[in-house]
């Protein structure tokens, strides 16, 4: 590899099989150069040791977490971390430490990552090996993400990041909620590189379906600005149209068109429709000031820490 300060940010959870597997590819793939910050995000039955980054004879630390916070937050945490630590940083990539994120396929991220105009490589994905349930819940969120906040995801975790992209996204609050829609928002300079994914390499996946449908709303919250936006509108539309056709309701009433009792039911339908739309248009309106007063704070990750283990007794990060 070209990057000999190559940093791997991975979060872990009852997976020590998996991510052992995963730091010996990394090591085929990238050299024994490269750095492992793997975040046990709260394991209780297979807590990651530094056996596996020392059989695997690359340099690393494991930060292990105090509780399961989850995958999102772990990531920032690890790379909250990383800008705290490290005076110095080429290149850092976020990968799951389950083998679907193929280690063999990060020289093609660094390599667009390499162009002058760019801070962040994100993953693509090629081909898919996942379910048809999981693959159509995919293609409505990615319509209905599409609708709500005017922008296109087609992205996940899998990404690299110069030392611009790597600070910016520490000093983000959203970094903890959704990392795909925080890269979205952050205004860094990114590209997409197409990828396949890879099968698993042992065991079996923690997320299920709530979990993912979860995932996904946490992308939608961070943009809630532009959601709220887009539905106030979308309501104020519908309060105007029910105007309109309440009105055209008393002039057909007027001149005589109506059957007996279509009046009094469309009429109430429609006025009900234009209480109701406006109440949420004003709520909206409400919260959308609220959300542009408030700023999201940074994670603090110290207070989530239980211990870091390194495999030098004084790790150097200069």
């Not at 660094?110 to 801070?119: F, P, Y």
Request: charge should be positive.
């Amino acid at each position: 590899m070209n990057h000999p300060r190559l940093i791997v940010v991975t979060p872990v959870f009852e997976d020590t099989e998996a991510s052992t597997i995963l730091f010996s590819e990394l090591a085929k793939a990238c050299g024994k150069e490269i750095h492992i910050v793997a975040v046990d995000d709260g394991s209780v039955k297979q807590p990651v040791s530094l056996a596996g980054l020392q059989a695997a004879g690359v340099q690393g630390e494991v930060i292990r977490l105090k509780r399961n916070v989850g995958h999102q937050r772990a990531i920032a945490t690890g790379i909250a971390y990383v800008a705290d630590h490290f005076r110095s940083i080429d290149r850092l990539v976020i990968m799951d430490s389950d083998g679907e994120d193929l280690p063999q396929t990060i020289a093609a991220l660094l390599d667009d990552l390499d162009s002058h105009d760019v801070d962040v490589v994100v993953a693509q994905r090629k081909s898919r090996v996942e379910t048809f349930r999981f693959k159509a819940f995919y293609a409505v969120y990615k319509g209905l993400f599409s609708l709500l906040t005017g922008r296109k995801i087609s992205f996940g975790n899998f990404m690299a990041m110069n030392e611009t992209g790597v600070r910016r996204l520490a000093a983000m609050g959203e970094l903890a909620t959704h990392v795909a829609g925080t890269v979205l928002v952050s205004r860094l300079r990114w590209r997409t590189c197409s990828l396949d994914r890879g099968p698993r390499y042992a065991g079996k996946s923690k997320m299920n379906f709530v979990g993912l449908a979860l995932h996904g709303f946490k992308g939608l919250m961070i943009f809630a600005e532009d959601v709220l936006v887009r539905v106030g509108i979308a309501c104020a539309l519908v309060a105007v149209l029910s105007l309109i056709g309440s009105s055209a309701a008393v002039i057909l009433k007027a001149v005589g068109y109506t059957t007996p009792g279509w009046f009094s039911v469309a009429l109430g339908l429609l006025l009900l429709v234009f209480l109701q739309t406006g109440a949420i248009t004003l709520m909206t309106l409400m919260l959308t000031g609220i959300t542009r007063s408030s700023t999201v704070l940074p994670l603090d990750y110290r207070q989530l820490v239980d211990k870091v283990l390194s495999t030098a007794e004084t790790p150097e990060h200069a």
